[in-house]
C-alpha cells in the first residue's frame, strides 16, 4: 500500500509538469500568433533583430551644467552669509 501512495505521487507531479509545460508553450505560441510583446520578452524561441537608423547630419549639442554637490552647497554657504543688501543686488 505504501508504494503504490509513492507513485501516485510521482504520477501526479510528473503530469504537473506536463501540464505546466503545455500551458508555458501554448501562451508562448499565442503570442507568437498576436503579436504581443509583453509574452515575446519571455519568449526564447524567437530570434534577436537588429536594426538600424539613419542619423542625421548635425545633431544639436546640449550644453547643460551640472554642478556638483560640493560647489551647490558652497553657492548656499555663500548666499546665507551675505548681508540681505548685497543679495538685492545680485
Known sequence: MRDKNKYKRYLL?????????FLWLS???????????????????LRVQY???VLPNQVPE???RQLSLIAMVKI??????KPRSELMRL
Open 51 to 53: 536594426g538600424y537608423a
Open 76 to 81: 548656499n554657504m555663500l548666499l546665507l552669509l
Open 13 to 21: 507531479i510528473v503530469l504537473g509538469i506536463i501540464v505546466l509545460l
Open 62 to 64: 546640449k550644453r547643460k
Open 27 to 45: 501562451i508562448l505560441g499565442y503570442g507568437r500568433a498576436m503579436q504581443n510583446e509583453w509574452i515575446d520578452r519571455f519568449n526564447p524561441f
